[in-house]
């Protein structure tokens, strides 16, 4: 079965500080890729990062970083230094194929929306 | 901007009103979707399209009629909606397959009065 659980639903923080949201995953896939997305308030869902599942390393990018970990099946996303403009919705997603090969679908979590106050 | 333009942004219709959502990539993408988000739940896929043919319909109602006349448009028809169906309706697209990652547009807030 395929899916995506953040378990977080909603999450405030005070500016500057350092967040870190949640996902866990269930595949049955050997080989698979994992998202991030942002869902401002203007409702548009932002693609933030894709993971290939061979590869393990942490990734940095400016205030962003993700840990994955595939012995948990785990994709955290911190993110430092929060701001203002972080605030909004945080999707984890996994694609994956209903009918085999070649046609692959998204399934996303339930999102955790994130809240920065000045 | 991600390169896909959903129109209109806002839309109020009657139940017993015939509207439609439209969507636009010039991504080169053969993949289009439509997601439907209420409030407190999760995105929920309605439709698939590759290469222009529809290879999902996740057990939507039939007052969503969905049409991909190319590659680049996507367009959802609605007729007789409930209240229920209030939503915001979002549509993505991808390279070939959600494997590479979709790229969505901003959505139409959608109001059934």
């Known amino acids: 079965a395929q899916k995506v659980t953040q378990a977080q639903t909603e999450i405030s923080v005070v500016e500057k500080e350092d967040v870190t949201l949640d996902c866990v995953y269930e595949?049955?896939?050997?080989?698979?890729?994992l998202f991030w997305y942002k869902q401002p308030p203007s409702g548009e869902l932002v693609f933030l990062i894709r993971?290939?599942?061979?590869?393990?390393q942490n990734e940095i990018s400016g205030r962003y970083s993700w840990n994955f970990q595939k012995s948990t099946s785990s994709f955290n996303f911190t993110i430092t230094a929060s701001q203002v403009v972080d605030s909004a919705v945080y999707f984890c997603?996994?694609?994956?194929?209903?009918?085999?090969?070649?046609?692959?679908?998204?399934?996303f979590g339930k999102g955790t929306k994130l809240s920065v106050i000045p | 901007e991600t390169g896909v333009t959903q129109t209109p942004r806002h839309l109020v219709m009657g139940m017993t009103n015939k509207k439609s959502l439209k969507c636009e990539q010039h991504?080169?993408?053969?993949?289009m979707y439509w997601y439907k988000q209420s409030a407190k739940k999760p995105l929920e896929l309605m439709f698939v399209?590759?290469?222009?043919?529809?290879?999902e319909n996740n057990s939507v109602p039939s007052r969503f009629s969905p049409e991909c006349p190319n590659s680049s448009h996507l367009f959802l028809h609605l007729h007789t909606l409930q209240p229920e169906d209030s939503a915001l309706y979002l549509c993505?697209?991808?390279?070939?397959?959600?494997?590479?990652?979709?790229?969505f547009g901003q959505g139409t807030r959608l109001t059934v009065v």
């Open positions: 993971r290939n599942s061979f590869d393990e």
């Open positions: 595949t049955r896939d050997t080989t698979y890729y």
């Open positions: 399209y590759n290469f222009k043919e529809q290879t």
């Open positions: 997603a996994l694609p994956f194929a209903p009918s085999g090969a070649g046609s692959y679908q998204l399934t």
């Open positions: 991504l080169g993408h053969n993949a």
């Open positions: 993505a697209s991808s390279p070939q397959g959600a494997q590479a990652g979709a790229f």
